[in-house]
């Protein structure tokens, strides 16, 4: 493991776009996307990174991409083919060379399960995003079958917000809504019949997709890891509580205890919370992309 995580990149000479994860450099027709090691809670990045997290999270999304044949964004990840100021150590095992598209600015989610804000949402209406679910179900009940519910795409920190699909159709049309519903959930299908041979139920997950100029929808950004989708160990699920997942669930835990408002830059977090999260992020590296 890294001494020090890399939580920022610097490449002179591309505009760069930095979200809560990815820094991503424009190189014209195509991006370069750098996963660093920065993490975030409720709706902060944290000023504690978490030594290859950025590695984990590219290698989680590369065999994805290699495992689902779903066209996608990847180009390569080879440093050699990239600019010479991309051609950095640093950057190795945690950089994609992807296409540019035109961004749908809708998240698409697949829930199996009645978890986080969708379980949230039932509470009060006893719906998910429009759709009518059974009465009486509790937190993390499998659904009798996996729902789609998109979630607007928002900017500058702010939570994004669950929509019915008829609202992603104003959005995006009725054609795009539908072929984006219906492979979103042939993805999310497919993968948590997979994870399920290794231990590990796929309670929901969020999908970026985005239009090529010539008008394919193709899948791109992350997909399917622990920052994306909520991983839970099938030997700990039990229906009523919430498990426990494979990602931050111990920074979120821990800074629950310290008195932070969520207003103000959050805290640094200690050794041992930086160690357990790593560990997670690794184990589920593991447990999923090992032959």
């Known amino acids: 493991m890294s001494a ?47 030594p290859e997290k950025g590695r984990i999270l590219t290698a989680l999304s590369l065999f994805w991409f290699d495992w689902l ?41 697949a829930r199996g399960y009645l978890a986080g804000s969708g379980w949230k949402e039932y509470q009060t209406s006893g719906m998910v995003c429009g759709l009518s679910l059974p009465p009486g179900l509790r937190e993390a009940d499998r659904l009798h079958q996996p729902i789609f519910t998109p979630a607007t795409k928002e900017e500058g920190g702010r939570h994004d917000e669950n929509i019915s699909f ?47 100029p010539s008008g394919e929808l193709i899948l791109i950004d992350e997909v399917l890891t622990p920052d994306s989708s909520r991983f839970w160990p099938m030997d700990r699920y039990r229906p009523g509580t919430s498990p426990p997942s494979f990602d931050k669930q111990f920074v979120r835990d821990w800074l629950e205890t310290t008195g932070w408002d969520k207003k ?21 590296l593991d447990r999923l992309a090992t032959p």
């Open 4 to 50: 020090q995580p890399l939580l920022q990149t610097h490449v002179p000479g591309f505009p760069c776009r930095r979200g809560k994860v990815r820094d991503i450099y424009d190189l014209g027709d195509t991006l370069v996307i750098i996963a660093t090691d920065r993490i975030s809670a409720f709706d902060w990045v944290l000023p504690t990174g978490i």
């Open 264 to 284: 103000s830059p959050p805290p640094e977090l200690p050794a041992a919370v930086v160690e357990q999260t790593a560990a997670k992020y690794r184990e589920a």
């Open 69 to 109: 044949k779903v066209p996608n964004h990847l180009i390569s990840t080879n440093l050699v083919q990239l600019p010479p100021s991309f051609q950095n150590e640093a950057f190795a095992g945690r950089t994609m060379w992807v296409r540019k598209t035109e961004v749908v600015p809708v998240e698409c989610v």
């Open 166 to 212: 008829e609202r992603m159709m104003e959005l995006v049309g009725l054609a795009t809504a539908t072929q984006l519903r219906d492979r979103t959930l042939d993805v999310y299908r497919r993968a948590a019949a997979y994870t399920e041979t290794r231990g590990i139920i796929l309670a929901d997950t969020k999908l970026e997709w985005g239009r090529l």
